[in-house]
């Protein structure tokens, strides 16, 4: 035991290690405690005590394994916010949370730039070339919030502490809002209404642009916010023009109603579903119709890209999600599992895995190439509201049937934190765009925002007065990753956090850089 009381002794103060351990304390460290471990073992030392001594030297021997020191500075005034340790196989997040240490400004959202070109979700240290002694520059951007409502309403405003009313701009709509979302350089908010209204109005003024021609059910941008595209009556798609609202192309070629339409990353093509049981890809730029995705037997619900766009995600109420080749439309994958119909699908970041929510109250890990269940994920009382990868595909959240919610390690299932703090059920839940935050709202009517690395609420924004108003929808991904009940996915940047509160489905939400 006096063995163990001077390890503790060290790890306490490192000023009293010997002279020529000094410069390597986390190794010494990490010797000293296992030659502890092996005599305390030997010599039936209290189980508590061992596991603690075991859980210190998992820390240390992470330290240990940190081989690159990364000084981060601001942008603009090249200041040092932060020196982070981080292995070579760590991602940009591990950049993040050394800032939030160092700052606790959670409100804001990151990017680092490496010379002249922005650090990947999805890329380790050591594949975007970040060696040891490298400075990479810090780009903080300032979160502004989009609420839809049923009452008829829209709002923007800016995300942080002590917010003014200044700080809100209310819009009125035509009518109970379905779907808002920001155009990508995010000036504008484009709604739809229950009445099947399309509107793009001012973000800073709330004045009405025009309203989008024909019948809207469904309405999102295009990357390059120059065009919109959407779901309409008669078994039709359209895309317009997102400066006039004129219509461009109607999409056709569906047997029955259209559940969703959606651009692919570089804008070319634009995906529907349909419920006629079959998928529809279509050139956007003439609306002429490529490939039809022929296998479900069912309604297909939903359809994404992968983020390189050679890929069709589709899901349906036939208990299956498929994987099609953009290019020859043919199914490479049929992911079976499932015992009730699905409510969404994404890939992951790097589309190597899949993502899917069911009414049979699971959450499946796939791997796109083979098609096996990497992971099955049980939702609290058989019921999945959100689920959603993070950024660099880590992490996967879940929202359920409980005032609680949870991120689960994408690799193992494991619980990794657990966000508790809503007073009813949480309906949807989605990461911001460099995952540090984490958005969710709840049908106690308000909107929470949680650090994604400790659980700690740094932010509930209240709903709407009329305590019906409940969040039914709510992106905060500048990927394709947010799936749920009522959940259709989409593109978006950030930062800009959307957050709904109306009854009805609400379908878009994103974060936009303003």
């Known amino acids: 035991m006096e063995l163990i009381s001077g390890l503790f002794s060290l790890e306490d103060d490192p000023t009293t290690l010997e002279p020529e351990l000094a410069e390597d304390a986390p190794r010494t460290r990490v010797e000293e405690l296992r030659r502890v471990i092996e005599k305390a073992e030997s010599e039936g030392v209290d ?17 240990t394994s ?88 829209s709002r923007v405003c800016l995300l942080r502490e002590g917010s003014a009313p200044d700080d809100e701009v209310s819009i009125s709509e035509s009518g109970p809002v379905l779907s808002a979302v920001l155009s990508p350089c995010g000036g504008f908010v484009l709604a739809v209404c229950s009445g099947g209204d399309g509107s793009v109005r001012c973000a800073s003024t709330g004045e009405l642009e025009f309203y989008l021609q024909g019948w809207v059910s469904s309405a999102e941008y295009s990357s390059d916010g120059q065009f919109i ?37 570089d804008s070319s093509l634009v995906a529907t579903a349909s419920c006629d049981g079959t998928a529809i890809v279509y050139e956007a730029a003439s609306g002429r119709p490529l490939l039809r995705l022929v296998g479900h037997v069912d309604v297909v619900r939903s359809v994404v890209f992968s983020q390189d766009g050679k890929w069709v995600l589709t899901t349906s109420m036939d208990a299956t999600a498929r994987i099609w080749c953009a290019a020859s439309g043919q ?28 009414f049979d109250g699971s959450v499946r890990v796939w791997d796109a190439m083979s098609g096996d269940c990497m992971l099955l994920l049980p ?106 009940a009522n959940v259709h996915s989409v593109g978006l940047a950030l930062p800009l956090v959307l957050l709904n509160a109306g009854r009805t489905k609400v379908v878009r939400y994103g974060m936009r850089l303003c």
């Open 229 to 265: 595209a959407g779901a309409s009556d008669n078994g039709i798609a359209r895309i317009w023009c997102a400066k006039t609202g004129r219509c461009l192309h109607e999409l056709s070629g569906h047997a029955d109603d259209v559940k969703a339409a959606t651009f692919s990353p």
């Open 47 to 63: 189980s508590e005590v061992l596991d603690d001594l075991r859980q210190r030297l998992e820390e240390f021997e992470q330290e």
């Open 379 to 484: 939702a609290e009382n058989s019921v999945v509201n959100a689920a959603a990868f993070s950024p660099d595909g880590a992490s996967v959240l879940v929202a359920s049937a409980s005032e609680s919610f949870r991120l689960f390690c994408a690799s193992t299932g494991d619980c990794r934190v657990t966000f508790e703090g809503h007073e009813d059920w949480v309906r949807v839940a989605s990461f911001s765009p460099d995952g540090t935050l984490v958005a969710s709202g709840s049908y106690d009517g308000t909107a929470r925002i949680w650090s994604a690395l400790d659980g700690e609420c740094v932010q509930t924004l209240e709903a709407m007065a009329a305590p019906w108003l409940q969040h039914r929808s709510l992106q905060l991904e500048g990927a394709i990753n947010g799936i749920g």
């Open 66 to 153: 940190k081989g690159l020191t990364v000084t981060v500075c601001h942008a603009v005034s090249g200041a040092v916010v932060a020196v982070v340790r981080a292995r070579p196989t760590d991602t940009a997040a591990v950049l993040r949370e050394g800032v939030l240490k160092e700052t606790g400004d959670a409100l804001v959202a990151m990017r680092f730039l490496l010379g002249s070109r922005v650090l990947k979700q999805t890329e380790t240290l050591e594949e975007a070339g970040v060696k040891d002694g490298d400075s990479v520059m810090l780009i903080r951007s300032p979160l502004k919030c989009l609420t839809a409502s049923f009452d008829g309403t």
């Open 331 to 358: 199914c490479a994958q049929a992911l079976k599992g499932h015992t009730k119909a699905l409510s969404g699908a994404s890939f992951a970041p790097d589309g190597s895995r899949v993502l899917t929510a069911s």
